[in-house]
């Protein structure tokens, strides 16, 4: 049976790379997104469009899908709630259900650094962090909310330091641990993360846990 897989933030960085790789691995996608004529210009018949604004997305929306992916993201301070509110409003629709999982992709900054610190705790003594800020504080508070959930099927998925546009490389992944590369860098593309969830949707190894990866 061909898996179903909802995105959320279709025409993002992260969510489109997540549509085309879905779609070229032939699975059945359906985007959410709020311009429909966008998302139709980068993946013209190729998926289903759910045409709201997430906040209108309702259960049964999501409930014929095996898999829904959370790539919100937003670089606007003063929305950086969202993160946390998104996440909250889709357990609940997905609590104590059979499907769909949620997969969720989270910042780097709840990752542990190896001073035993997380990277957070840098970004927070970072002069003029004022503009971006909040939203690595927002969703550390989106992966506390998730170990704190119960009766939901979630996976999560942190990047590298550096979440940048580019096409797919090979990759090492890691769990709580901020990951370098053999070239001492901490940085992912949004290519490699498409593969990344795409590898753990079509064969599942984590439940109920944050993973990360970084470009070989």
């Known amino acids: 049976m061909t898996l179903k897989v909802g995105i959320i933030g279709a025409t993002g960085m992260a969510g489109s790379a997540i549509t085309k790789e879905a779609i070229n691995r032939g699975l059945n996608v359906t985007t ?6 966008k998302a139709k210009d980068m993946f013209a018949d190729k998926a289903s469009y759910m045409v709201k604004d997430v906040f209108d997305i309702q259960r049964p929306d999501i409930e014929n899908l095996d898999v829904l992916v959370d790539a919100f993201a937003t670089h606007d301070p003063g929305q950086a709630y969202k993160h946390v509110d998104l996440a909250a409003r889709l357990i609940e629709f997905a609590k104590n259900a059979p499907a769909p999982q949620l997969f969720f992709i ?3 900054g709840s990752l542990e650094t190896p001073d035993g610190h997380h990277l957070l705790d840098k970004l927070e003594k ?24 119960t009766g939901v099927n979630w996976v999560a998925v942190s990047p590298s330091s550096t979440f940048k546009p580019g096409d797919a490389t090979e990759y090492t ?32 190894a984590h439940r109920n846990e944050r993973f990360t990866a970084v470009d070989k």
């Open 173 to 204: 992944l890691g769990k709580d641990k901020l990951l370098t590369n053999a070239k001492g860098k901490s940085e992912i593309t949004a290519g490699t993360m498409a593969k990344v969830i795409l590898d753990e949707i079509e064969k599942p």
């Open 126 to 149: 970072m002069p003029n962090n004022e503009s971006f800020i909040d939203v690595p504080r927002q969703q550390a508070k989106e992966y506390d909310l998730l170990k704190n959930t």
């Open 32 to 37: 959410f997104v709020r311009n429909e004529e």
């Open 106 to 108: 989270l910042g780097a």
